[in-house]
């Protein structure tokens, strides 16, 4: 079963537009969430995180929503840059699993000039 | 900072031969994980580290797969013998904290 779930394989953005990106997880236990970016012949980079206590954080052009009672993560890049462009990972984890990450399937983000 | 180190950066093999992966963890992490990434998919955690001891390796498959960290720094991740299904990405990832540090990752393919 798949516990974070990225319903959307791509997404195509105009640059300085704002991008959305879309992440659902099922598992209640789960409090702690981060977005990771990833390059093509890269591993993935940390790009912001948020724990469950709050449904908001903020890091320059980068925001991440948590809606704990739909379960549902965004996030948030404006204005988007073609520099963007990549594959974008949401991840959770549980507090009594040791730091073990649950990955969505990705979301891959194409700002177009 | 040094990053994670990861070799080969690519390897291609015939199936039934083994093959193995390397890791240099970020200095000071004293958690290791190897992740297997499979084409349009997210990272899934095959074992994790916690120094030299592994604590969670339930999604290893223990009959052809073993890793192993013996002075709990680097680690190696062996498969024997390859099947064609293993074909994929292998990322290793260590952190001090709850921030995970990627390497770039071993792209196997098995013919």
């Known amino acids: 079963d798949q516990q974070v779930k990225q319903n959307s394989p791509s997404l195509s953005v105009q640059e300085g537009r704002i991008s959305i990106l879309n992440c659902d997880y099922t598992?209640?236990?789960?409090?702690?969430f981060l977005w990771y970016k990833k390059y093509p012949a890269e591993g993935p980079t940390f790009l912001i995180s948020i724990s469950s206590i709050k449904d908001k954080n903020e890091d320059g052009r980068f925001t991440v929503f948590l809606n704990k009672s739909a379960k549902h993560l965004s996030l948030h890049i404006v204005p988007s840059q073609p520099g963007d462009s990549a594959v974008y990972f949401c991840a959770a984890s549980a507090g009594n699993q040791g730091g073990k990450l649950i990955f969505g399937q990705g979301t891959e983000l194409s700002v177009k000039p | 900072e040094a990053g994670v180190v990861q070799s080969p950066r690519y390897k291609i093999i015939e199936k039934k031969q083994p093959v193995a992966f390397w890791c240099n963890p970020i200095?000071?992490?004293?958690?290791l994980y190897w992740y297997l990434q499979n084409l349009g998919q997210g990272p899934e955690l095959l074992i994790r580290y916690e120094n030299e001891e592994a604590v969670d390796d339930s999604q290893l498959p223990k009959d052809r797969f073993s890793a192993e960290r013996l002075k709990g720094v680097d680690s190696t991740l062996k498969i024997q013998p390859a099947e064609l299904g293993d074909s994929a990405v292998y990322l290793c990832a260590s952190s001090r904290g709850s921030e995970q540090f990627f390497g770039p990752g071993t792209r196997l393919t098995v013919l």
């Open positions: 200095s000071g992490h004293n958690t």
């Open positions: 598992n209640s236990m789960f409090d702690y």
